[in-house]
């Protein structure tokens, strides 16, 4: 009986260890997820994006804050406004199989001092903001579709990049996008 006992008591302790340094090593690795300018729980974890974004986190610099922060990035600003740059999303939405489900996606950035929320922005700005999606369903012949805002606490907003920015999505006729809000954390 003794035996068994320790058995069971040593399995135990040994568990709870590995459930605290597990615990320990989630949180640190959460902590080391996001600084001031990006997220990277919100993040592709694999592939090209995750990389840039881990070289921003380290250097901890605004990828959205300037012209050629944006154009660093591998992005194109193909329009701006006095307070907004449009962009084409280069990691627009995929199906799993790879299959693209959005006939076009653009990101639409706030410009000049570093925002992450619409009440932080001047009258002027959220009145452009409604211009540039007029503007752009002209310009791309955006029949219909969605807009999303990227604002506030990013494990609520499931934004990347905490900088306010906006998504102007055109799903393939056909095609389903789900646009997520939030994160999951690991083991949920």
Known sequence: MWPVFLCLYKYTQISIVRANLKNKYYIMEKENKQNDFVDLANCRQDGDMFKKY???LEENY???GSQASIEDLGNEIIDETDHWFIINNQ???KGEDGKRLV???LVV????DFVTSPENLSQEALLEAFNVLQYCKGKFGIKGGGMCWRFGDTSLSGASVKRLHFHIIE???GEQVSVYLGHKEKGE
């Open 62 to 64: 605004d990828p959205f």
């Open 171 to 173: 799903p393939v006729l």
């Open 103 to 105: 006939r076009k996606h």
């Open 91 to 93: 990691w627009s939405y």
């Open 54 to 56: 881990q070289k921003i």
């Open 109 to 112: 950035i706030s410009k000049g």
